[in-house]
């Protein structure tokens, strides 16, 4: 098969190395993104007089067919033609005739395939907004349902100190908020309009960046020509957003799969987001959260390979540069279908009662409480912490808890103590007293809540056609 590029050839090319520089298997999935970025640059040619209205017109109407074609199954992609650019350009060749060739006037497929990412990922970043959006406010429709739901909170995996299951799961909200704000940023980035610089240096046909653009809804151009051919921060910016996401995504599975266990025995999982074992039969494993958890980490590869790609990378384009796909797209692929799970095994699941003295195993998780109780009575915290500490050694000793203790046996280790140290180390009141902002306390937590609600409702502007 005849090359595009195949003028200074005498040999034709080795079949292995034909199969080595294609990209077509997978590049494949730009197509619809190709074909409407060619369609700009063809009107803008028409309107630049650089073609005719009539050519233009032939030519927007082969790319239509082939964008059909692609649509219902029908075109044949041919290794042998590369990338997914020549593949198009040629079947349009194909179908109106030699007026196909001047579609590639003013352009080169070093800028043609940076304006396909960008159009790409511009859709999906938007969906990834969107799914993350979604996630946020099915978990806070779960917080909504616990302001009253105490449980310990941990620190190093050890029981530390009563809060909210709304207020932990608010936790979760912020970091995906953040996600959020961090795709939107990307995408910022992204939204750049790369075409016109060619195949490095610009060109010297008198074509309208700006208008290619406008047809496009870019909001600019690129600035530098060979910047525009070489960037892929745009692509890693994106890769870096994902892998914080899934790390985020995977510090709730580890979660989910505790409290899900028959020693925590706090969250139920349904059926359609667990699976069982071949052998066990009263296993109902927790796979949904172990997967998202596992495939974080195929997220932080691609972000190191893209890393790893650019690294030392001479300026302006490099074949190197194929390899960007893959990651890219498989970064996509993960993270949203790692969110779709999350959001539906999420939604699915509930909570069950959690009794009091479940909550509190230890027996000590408002000893915190008890020093500052000291503390408010003029006790220099440092002294009502070794006191309470006291207190705890006392009562591992004598096989008792902070609730079980006498007011007799207290006063021996400080007079300071009255009886109504009792209230303060209830877990309703311990909770209830974090009303600093932020805290725990129910009446912080509901403000969040409201806070968080609002904040979610506002539509992400990112990808609204025009
Ligand atoms: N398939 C190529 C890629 O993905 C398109 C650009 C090829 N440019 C070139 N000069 N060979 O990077």
Redesign the pocket.
């Known amino acids: 098969m005849k090359k595009p590029w195949s003028g200074r050839f005498k040999q034709s090319t080795d079949t292995l190395m034909e199969q080595f520089s294609a ?1 077509i298997s997978f ?1 494949r999935r730009l197509y619809a993104y190709d074909i409407e970025g060619s369609i700009a640059h063809c009107q803008m040619l028409a309107k630049c007089k650089i073609i005719s209205q009539a050519e233009s017109k032939k030519i927007v109407g082969g790319l239509k067919r082939v964008l059909k074609e692609f649509e219902s199954g029908k075109f044949q992609c041919d290794d042998r033609l ?2 997914i ?1 020549m593949n198009i350009e040629s079947r349009l060749t194909e179908l109106v005739g030699s007026v196909g060739g001047k579609l590639h006037t003013a352009r ?3 800028d ?2 940076c304006l396909d990412i960008r159009l790409y990922l511009r859709d999906e970043v938007a969906e990834i907004v969107q799914g993350i959006t979604q996630l946020a406010k099915t978990l806070l429709q779960l917080a909504r349902k616990h302001t009253d739901t105490i449980i310990p909170g941990y620190t190093h995996m050890q029981q530390a100190q009563p809060i909210l299951l709304a207020h932990h799961l608010l936790a979760h909200i912020e970091m995906l908020v953040r996600d959020r704000e961090r795709m939107e940023d990307a995408f910022k980035r992204i939204n750049v309009m790369p075409l016109g610089a060619a195949a490095l240096s610009g060109t010297g046909f008198p074509i309208d960046r700006k208008y290619t653009a406008k047809l496009l809804n870019f909001p600019e151009v690129s600035h530098n020509s060979i910047d525009s051919v070489s960037d892929r921060d745009f692509a890693i910016e994106f890769c870096s957003a994902s892998g914080i996401l899934m790390m985020h995504l995977s510090r709730f599975c580890e979660e989910v799969v505790l409290w899900s266990s028959c020693e925590f025995g706090w969250l139920e999982l349904s059926d359609a987001y667990t699976t069982g074992s071949s052998i066990m039969p009263q296993k109902k494993n927790p796979d949904a959260a172990e997967l998202i958890r596992g495939k974080s980490g195929r997220v932080y590869g691609n972000l190191v390979s893209m890393l790893t790609l650019m690294k030392s990378l001479p300026l302006a ?1 490099n ?1 190197d ?2 390899e960007d ?1 893959e990651p890219v797209f498989d970064t996509v692929d993960t993270v949203k279908v790692s969110l779709a799970i999350f959001e539906g095994m999420m939604k699915s699941a509930h909570f069950k009662k959690i009794p009091l003295d479940r909550v509190d195993i230890s027996g000590f998780l408002t000893a915190t409480d008890m020093a500052d109780y000291l503390a408010s009575k003029g006790v220099p915290f440092r002294q009502a912490h070794e006191i309470t500490g006291q207190t705890v050694a006392y009562c591992i000793a004598s096989g008792k808890t902070l609730q079980d203790i006498t007011l007799k046996e207290l006063k021996k280790i400080s007079p300071k103590f009255n009886a109504d140290v009792f209230d303060h180390i209830t877990l309703e009141n311990s909770v209830q007293k974090k009303n600093v902002y932020g805290g725990t306390a129910k009446k912080q937590v509901l403000a969040q809540i409201a806070r968080l609600e609002k904040k979610l409702k506002i539509k992400s502007t990112i990808g609204e056609k025009k």
């Open positions: 990209s590049d590369e990338d650019h080169s497929r070093n043609q395939v384009y074949k540069l194929q796909k």
